[in-house]
Structure formats: structure tokens, C-alpha cells
């Protein structure tokens, strides 16, 4: 059975950070595209960053220069290292897996975590 696990929530003021991990068990996922999503109250669930397979990188225009993912494939695990942090930042933030080139759709990805949440206060 897949369980992605996500760690690191917290509550931090506007400019600090926080380092989220995702936790994948139940297969290998080398050949997956692994990533984060984050949904906020009243809004729609939103891609944040994400690694393909093959190790290149995504980030929402949002995010880029300040964040940063990663992922060890030997542990079956992503990150999301989150610098400079705003108050629009604050939402549930989700790990998600997909096939070889996933869209970063919501809509596209296969297993999720149960999400995280990070809490951004000005």
C-alpha cells in the first residue's frame, strides 16, 4: 500500500523558514515525478515545486527563489526547503507523486500525503 508522509509543519513569522519532508513507502518511486502542492482556506488546491524523475525541477512562479526542492531517491523521500516566507504562503502543503511527466496538475498526480500545515504571520 503507497503512503506518502509529510513532516515539518509549523507556524513561523513573515521572513523566516521551514524545511517540509515527505515520507514515501510501499514502492519505489525512481521512476516517478514527486512534488508539492499547497492549498490555502477558500482557495483551490495549487502546485508549489516539484522533481521529475530525472531529477529536473518546477517551481510556481510564486515560489521561485525562494524555495527549494530535492529528493533522495534512495530514501524515497522529497523536501521542500522554504526561505524568506510570506503570509500568502500559509496553507496545507501536499506531497504528491505522478507518472514520467506529470503536468503539476492536481488532476495529474497519483497518491497523496494527508498534507502538512505551515502558518505564515506578518
Known amino acids: 500500500q503507497v503512503q506518502l508522509v509529510e513532516s515539518g509543519a509549523g507556524s513561523v513569522q513573515a521572513g523566516g523558514s521551514l524545511r517540509l519532508s515527505c515520507a514515501a513507502s510501499?514502492?519505489?518511486?525512481?521512476?516517478?515525478?514527486m512534488g508539492w502542492f499547497r492549498q490555502a482556506p477558500g482557495k483551490e488546491r495549487e502546485f508549489v515545486a516539484g522533481?521529475?524523475?530525472?531529477?529536473?525541477?518546477y517551481y510556481a512562479d510564486s515560489v521561485k527563489g525562494r524555495f527549494t526542492v530535492s529528493r533522495d531517491n534512495a530514501k524515497n523521500t522529497v523536501t521542500l526547503q522554504m526561505k524568506s516566507l510570506k503570509p500568502e504562503d500559509t496553507a496545507v502543503y501536499y506531497c504528491?507523486?505522478?507518472?514520467?511527466?506529470?503536468?503539476?496538475?492536481?488532476?495529474?498526480?497519483?497518491?497523496w500525503g494527508k498534507g502538512t500545515l505551515v502558518t505564515v504571520s506578518s
Open positions: 522533481r521529475r524523475w530525472s531529477g529536473y525541477a
Open positions: 504528491a507523486t505522478g507518472g514520467r511527466g506529470s503536468s503539476w496538475s492536481p488532476g495529474g498526480m497519483d497518491y
Open positions: 510501499g514502492r519505489t518511486f525512481n521512476n516517478d515525478d
